[in-house]
């Protein structure tokens, strides 16, 4: 019955992990998938997250009743506020649609089945490269995939003119998904300025912009790092945004996200509305409500809201932090070599352009796993693991 199925080819940044869990090595060390860590190693639970799951315990029993399709409504208006500023004319206007979603990939997947249904002709533009699962996600939805040019993986800058080149040659209402802050896999993030001409090239193309943010307040700070999206917004277009609470609430497991899209009046809002909620229905029914309750609780209490914040700049500080040790032990040992990436990327990530024969090398001698693409999770290093890492990266620059 199954003999002709498609073979399973294995997800490149899960498999590192299970390929990780398995290495008896003690000293082994897992720089591969995009989750926090603190510098002992473990992804803690955030305080705030901590306090919201106590005081929710603290309200009467009752039985976990079925949420609405679109999910909670101060948990939807709370996504827009942090995506769309406190005093966004749009949201005051009405004019954005936010859905709940299971995680960030589960918006981009409501995004592309949306997409495909109502613009069968459109095709998506990713970046080169891009998070795997972009890929796959909009593929698996039925829509053709093709890349525009990004990164340059010699001299680890962004290829903006051929980006921009790209841009302005697509037919119109293609789809192109860009990353707002953080870039995975390259950690490399346009400038304010760049997105203002990307901004205009979609406006004058009549594209469709899709952001994805995963890392909001990893760059930056809470607001740069929608700067994009503002930007879009305030310029009128139209704007598909997916965002995900798993890394800034450390609710990995939860599945907690939105999709935001942004309509030109009234009418359209409840038309994108009605498609969503159609979508949602036929896929899973409604959302499940225990994430969405702990970042609703959070994000509407002036106080924890604050609190809250306050540790996202801790994980921000922190992994910037390990950027500057890493980059100054590695410039002390090869002075002649250019470590500058290291400084330059923003978020998690870090490319380091190491060929596939490296990262087996750093695989069986050093017991460290980054995925197949070179990218690294720069919050995996800490204190204890560092030397081992810097030694692995001497070996493989010498
Ligand atoms: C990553 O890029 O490592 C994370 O976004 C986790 C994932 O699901 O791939």
Not at 33 to 51: A, C, E, F, H, S
Not at 161 to 166: A, G, I
Not at 359 to 387: M, P, V
């Amino acid at each position: 019955m199954f003999k002709n199925i498609d073979i399973f080819t294995d997800d490149p940044i899960i498999s590192v992990v299970d390929e990780f869990n398995k290495d008896s090595r003690k000293n082994k060390i897992n720089l591969s998938i995009g989750i926090y860590y603190d510098n002992n190693g473990n992804t803690p639970q955030l305080k705030t997250v901590g306090k919201a799951k106590t005081n929710l315990n603290k309200l009467p029993a009752i039985a976990s009743l079925y949420l609405p399709i679109e999910g909670l409504y101060n948990y939807r208006l709370a996504i827009q506020k942090l995506l769309f500023g406190f005093n966004s004319k749009l949201i005051k206007e009405g004019r954005i649609v936010t859905v709940q979603s299971i995680g960030g990939s589960g918006a981009l997947k409501l995004g592309a089945d949306f997409l495909h249904h109502n613009f069968p002709n459109s095709e998506v533009w990713c970046s080169d490269p891009t998070w795997d699962n972009h890929i796959s996600i909009f593929m698996r939805s039925g829509i053709n995939v093709n890349y525009y040019p990004y990164f340059n993986i010699k001299n680890k800058e962004i290829k903006f003119t051929q980006l921009l080149k790209t841009f302005k040659k697509l037919p119109k209402k293609s789809i192109i998904l860009m990353h707002s802050c953080c870039h995975n896999p390259t950690g490399s993030d346009l400038t304010q300025s760049q997105w203002d001409q990307i901004t205009q090239v979609v406006k004058n193309r009549n594209l469709i912009p899709f952001i994805d943010v995963a890392y909001q307040g990893l760059a930056n700070s809470m607001d740069k790092d929608v700067y994009a999206i503002r930007t879009m917004a305030k310029a009128g277009l139209p704007l598909f945004v997916s965002n995900s609470f798993s890394k800034i609430f450390g609710l990995y497991g939860d599945r907690i996200g939105g999709l935001s899209v942004v309509c030109e009046n009234k009418s359209d809002y409840e038309l994108v509305f009605g498609q969503l909620k159609t979508i949602i229905r036929s896929i899973y029914s409604s959302p499940p409500s225990n994430g969405a309750k702990i970042v609703e609780y959070i994000l509407t209490n002036d106080i924890l809201r604050n609190e809250w914040l306050n540790e996202v700049e801790f994980m921000r500080k922190r992994i910037f932090t390990i950027r500057k040790i890493l980059f100054n032990n590695l410039k002390n040992i090869l002075p002649n070599k250019n470590f500058n990436y290291l400084l330059k990327q923003y978020g998690m990530f870090s490319y380091t352009g190491f060929s596939p024969q490296q990262i087996k090398f750093l695989r069986d001698e050093f017991a460290i796993y980054i995925i197949n693409t070179g990218r690294i999770c720069i919050s995996g290093i800490n204190e204890y693991n560092i030397k081992q890492i810097i030694n692995a990266f001497v070996a493989i620059n010498n």
